[in-house]
């Protein structure tokens, strides 16, 4: 039985509403591999508090509207 991640994320989204962004174009944007962008957005990883803050940053929002405590 799985068991939801403690934290979840709008990644998908956010990337679709800035130009349809990909994965890779954001894992270069904040220096990190597109597998790992697609572990965090799949909630199989949870990112570290920098790269968290790097990822809103990119889309220009808070880190609320990104990522939300599930626990």
């Not at 909630?43 to 939300?68: D, H, M, N, T, W």
Request: with cysteine; charged share 20%; glycine share 8%.
């Amino acid at each position: 039985m799985s068991v939801a991640p403690p934290i979840a994320n709008q990644i998908r989204r956010l990337r679709f509403e800035h130009g349809e962004m990909t994965q890779a174009d954001l894992a270069q944007r904040i220096g990190m591999t597109r597998q790992t962008i697609a572990a965090i957005e799949a909630g199989k990883y949870s990112p570290s508090l920098e790269a968290a803050f790097r990822i809103a940053q990119v889309f220009g929002c808070g880190l609320e509207e990104v990522f939300q405590w599930q626990g």
